[in-house]
């Protein structure tokens, strides 16, 4: 089985230090970008459209991209210990979504 992934998961990955992930079939399933504060997610994250887990959590983050609503197989988001004062539009979106871990609103 092929494990290389895709020009535009390994972008995203590039974005970030030494990101925890698992890949499955050649896409990227989980996520963990805990505690990597400060960071801001890239609106490129919404290229990860084969994510089904991921761990923003305890980043302070204030806001997040608009393109997290294109991870249509995202089933858990963890959004605990972040300053989020809003979520954007496109988070309906994520209609798969089963279980988010909250507070996600500082």
Wanted: with cysteine; aromatic share 8%.
């Amino acid at each position: 089985m092929n494990n290389e992934i895709s020009e535009s998961e390994r972008n995203v990955l590039k974005s970030f230090h030494e990101p925890k992930f698992k890949i499955v079939n050649a896409h990227i399933v989980k996520l963990d970008l805990s505690y990597r504060k400060p960071i801001s997610i890239l609106e490129n994250i919404g290229n990860l459209t084969f994510l089904e887990d991921l761990d923003l959590g305890g980043n302070k983050l204030t806001s997040l991209p608009n393109s997290i609503g294109n991870l249509k197989n995202l089933k858990h988001l963890r959004l605990y210990n972040n300053q989020l004062a809003f979520l954007p539009d496109s988070f309906g979106n994520l209609r798969i979504c089963l279980k988010i871990t909250y507070p996600i609103f500082g």
